[in-house]
């Protein structure tokens, strides 16, 4: 009779002084499966364009999405903070047609692993960005009324699913009609909406970590617990 040798995995960490303060991903995230894009395996994206959060956080990779005009001077900056991949905004909104593909062009030849385009992008301008790219189209879904089938036809590598409340249920809509699709999505604010997101089928989930000017305060806060009871505190080199 063989007996199965059980070993438990231990995992060394270094975290230091001046880092150890650093944003870290919840632990739950690492459920998923991940998908693998040029050999790294992504579980977790942190949704953000803050240079300053890029470098103190402990995510696989970068969502760089934001609310204006794609401009190449904003997903190079990221780019050059960030010591992980990313994936970045180009258009698909108010920003349409070529100037979504010229974007993603440019993108591509700055190093960014995947090009994301918003919900009202058309599966024409989709088709085109396959033409051009060798890089990941990541095509955002919000809607559980998307024809999800089109939008892959069209070329789309990963959807990339933002529905709010509605999320786990719009992924596990997609999972049971496409089994194989990667699907990146929002995972909200506590530990239980990841999990459900992650069991309705996600692969990867996209975390918001908290702002720049909430960390700050919440320092700012110890800073003055610190002089009011203990005076000031000592300085470490």
Known sequence: MTQELHVRKTVPAYEGTL?????MIPHCISECSGIRVFGRR??????????????????DAIIAVYPFTPQPAIHRAVMQAADMPVFTGVGGGVTRGMRVVNLANDAEHEGAFG????APTSNEVVHMLKQVLDIPVVVTVVSDKTDVAARIEAGADILNVSGAQKTPSIVRKIREQFPEVPIIATGGPTDETILETIRAGANAI???PPSNGELFAQSMARYRRELDGEGLPEHRF
Do not use: C, E, G, P
């Open 206 to 208: 996209t975390y918001t």
């Open 115 to 118: 090009v994301v385009v918003n």
């Open 19 to 23: 880092r150890s303060h650093m944003i």
């Open 42 to 59: 992504i579980k977790s994206l942190a949704f953000t364009t803050d240079v300053a959060i890029i470098r103190n956080i402990n995510a």
